[in-house]
């Protein structure tokens, strides 16, 4: 049974991940190739960019929350990308180190990787169903 909401859920806001230092997590994810489309330090709050959608990732600074190893249990935000294999390597150039090589699934390809928080982000492709893909 599915809960009826007015006027309905008509798509995502803003995905919020928890850092334990916002300069850090800035760094960290402009090198992983998100813009940063405002900052507000005082705040302990900036927000990334995603594709065209107006929405972003928050990053939310937090009082005590230190480095975690990755794989650390926790929920996986995928975000489309053209070639998952080709965003590895330019990963791995910029110094972010994926979890796994890029594996394969029924739509495409995937490549994970995890922030010093432990927040883990894979980009993900439709090379195996176009049709689906984002244009």
Request: charged letters at 25%; aromatic letters at 10%.
């Amino acid at each position: 049974m599915s809960l009826e909401l007015a006027p309905g859920i008509l798509g995502f806001d803003n995905v919020l991940l928890p850092v334990g230092d916002l300069p850090e997590a800035v760094a960290f994810y402009e090198r992983a190739g998100f813009p940063v489309k405002f900052r507000l330090d005082e705040a302990g709050i900036a927000l990334l960019g995603v594709g065209k959608e107006t929405p972003g990732l928050l990053l939310r600074a937090e009082d005590d929350y230190g480095h975690r190893p990755p794989p650390w249990p926790a929920a996986r935000l995928w975000l489309e990308v053209p070639d998952a294999r080709a965003a590895a390597d330019a990963l791995t150039a910029a110094g972010v180190e994926p979890l796994d090589p890029p594996f394969s699934t029924s739509t495409g390809y995937v490549v994970e990787f995890a922030d010093p928080w432990g927040n883990v982000i894979g980009f993900t492709d439709y090379l195996k169903r176009p049709e689906l893909a984002r244009s």
